[in-house]
C-alpha cells in the first residue's frame, strides 16, 4: 500500500493497539522552511522550531513501546541548500544535545547514527559522536539519526566493501544473498522499519532507506513537521494496525 495523506480525525490514544506496535518507525521530517515562510520568517526558525518537535516525537514513541526511531536529519543532498542554513544544520545536533540528552540519558534511549562522517565539521561530529558513546548502555528506545545520508551512496558502500571481501578471498560470490548485502548497509542492526511517515505532503521517498523499505508500511500527511504533534503519530500508528502486511504473499 503506497500510503495516503491524513484527512481523518485523529484517532484518540486509546484506540492504540498496544499489542500491535509498529517495533521500528522511520520519519522523513519535511517542512521546516515552509512552515517557516508561512510565517514570514527565515528558514533556520522552523528547523529551530523542529528540533523540538523531534523531542516531543522520541518521547511519544518511548511512551507507546516503540523500540526503534530514525529520523531523516540530514541528506547527501542537503549540502545543495543556501550556506546559511547549511551551517545551522550543522550545528542542530550539538544544540540538540546539550539541550535535550539529560533528558534521552534520563528516559533509558540509546542514540545511534547512520551516515558519513565525510565533510562533517568536527563539532558536529565530536557532539554526534558523544551522545552516541553516552548512551550506548541504555536499553530503551534506540533513537537512530540519519545524518548526511543517502541511500545510493550508502548501498554503493556497501556494494563496494562486499565486493573488496569477495576480491580479498573472505567471501564467495555464491555466499552473497538478500541477507549478506543487508548486513553491509550501516544499521543493520535495527531491521527494516515497519513504519514510514513522511511529513508536508509530499509523496516520494528523498533517497531514504530504499533497500530497508521494501516492504514498509507508508504513510503521508500534509502536516508540516513543525506542527506534527503526538495525535499525527498516532494516527498513523492506527493506521499501520490496520493493514494487512503480506510480505508479498495471499
Same mark, same amino acid.
Given at each position: 500500500?503506497? &500510503?495516503?495523506?491524513?484527512?481523518?480525525?485523529?484517532?484518540?490514544?486509546?484506540?492504540?493497539?498496544?499489542?500491535?506496535?509498529?517495533?521500528?518507525?522511520?520519519?522523513?521530517?519535511?517542512?521546516?522552511?515552509?512552515?517557516?515562510?508561512?510565517?514570514?520568517?527565515?528558514?533556520?526558525?522552523?528547523?529551530?522550531?523542529?528540533?523540538?518537535?523531534?523531542?516531543?516525537?522520541?518521547?511519544?514513541?518511548?511512551?507507546?513501546?516503540?523500540?526503534?526511531?530514525?529520523?531523516?536529519?540530514?541528506?547527501?543532498? *542537503?549540502?545543495?541548500?543556501?550556506?546559511?542554513?547549511?551551517?545551522?544544520?550543522?550545528?542542530?545536533?550539538?544544540?540538540?544535545?546539550?539541550?535535550?540528552?539529560?533528558?534521552?540519558?534520563?528516559? *533509558?534511549?540509546?542514540?545511534?547514527?547512520? @551516515?558519513?562522517?565525510? *565533510? !562533517?565539521?568536527?563539532?558536529?561530529?565530536?557532539?554526534?559522536?558523544?551522545?552516541?558513546?553516552?548512551?550506548?548502555?541504555?536499553? &530503551? !528506545?534506540?533513537?537512530?539519526?540519519?545524518?548526511?545520508? @543517502?541511500?545510493?551512496?550508502?548501498?554503493?558502500?556497501?556494494?563496494? *566493501?562486499?565486493?573488496?571481501?569477495?576480491?580479498? &578471498?573472505?567471501?564467495?560470490?555464491?555466499?552473497?544473498?538478500?541477507?549478506?548485502?543487508?548486513?553491509?548497509?550501516?544499521?543493520?542492526?535495527?531491521?527494516?522499519?515497519?513504519?514510514?511517515?513522511?511529513?508536508?505532503?509530499?509523496?516520494?521517498?528523498?533517497?531514504?532507506? !530504499?533497500?530497508?523499505?521494501?516492504?514498509?508500511?507508508?504513510?503521508?500527511?500534509?502536516?508540516?513537521?513543525?506542527?506534527?504533534?503526538?495525535?499525527?503519530?498516532?494516527?498513523?500508528?492506527?493506521?499501520?494496525?490496520?493493514?494487512?502486511?503480506?510480505? @508479498?504473499?495471499?
Amino acid at each position: 500500500m503506497l &500510503g495516503k495523506f491524513s484527512t481523518k480525525k485523529h484517532k484518540a490514544p486509546e484506540e492504540i493497539d498496544s499489542a500491535n506496535i509498529p517495533e521500528h518507525i522511520a520519519i522523513i521530517m519535511d517542512g521546516n522552511g515552509r512552515w517557516a515562510k508561512k510565517k514570514g520568517l527565515p528558514r533556520i526558525a522552523g528547523h529551530r522550531e523542529g528540533m523540538k518537535v523531534v523531542r516531543n516525537i522520541v518521547m511519544a514513541c518511548d511512551d507507546i513501546g516503540v523500540k526503534a526511531l530514525t529520523l531523516y536529519a540530514f541528506s547527501t543532498e *542537503n549540502w545543495k541548500r543556501p550556506r546559511k542554513e547549511v551551517d545551522f544544520l550543522m550545528k542542530a545536533p550539538e544544540k540538540f544535545l546539550l539541550t535535550y540528552l539529560p533528558e534521552l540519558v534520563e528516559k *533509558n534511549v540509546q542514540v545511534r547514527t547512520m @551516515g558519513s562522517p565525510d *565533510n !562533517l565539521p568536527a563539532y558536529t561530529v565530536n557532539a554526534v559522536e558523544t551522545a552516541v558513546e553516552e548512551t550506548k548502555d541504555n536499553t &530503551g !528506545l534506540i533513537l537512530n539519526f540519519a545524518w548526511n545520508y @543517502g541511500s545510493r551512496f550508502e548501498m554503493t558502500q556497501a556494494v563496494r *566493501n562486499l565486493a573488496q571481501e569477495v576480491k580479498d &578471498g573472505k567471501v564467495d560470490v555464491d555466499q552473497i544473498d538478500e541477507s549478506m548485502i543487508s548486513n553491509y548497509l550501516f544499521s543493520p542492526q535495527l531491521g527494516d522499519p515497519d513504519l514510514l511517515i513522511r511529513t508536508s505532503g509530499e509523496l516520494r521517498l528523498s533517497n531514504f532507506m !530504499l533497500w530497508q523499505l521494501a516492504y514498509t508500511e507508508l504513510w503521508f500527511t500534509d502536516v508540516l513537521w513543525p506542527d506534527f504533534k503526538k495525535a499525527q503519530l498516532l494516527e498513523a500508528v492506527h493506521d499501520f494496525q490496520q493493514r494487512g502486511r503480506r510480505f @508479498g504473499g495471499v
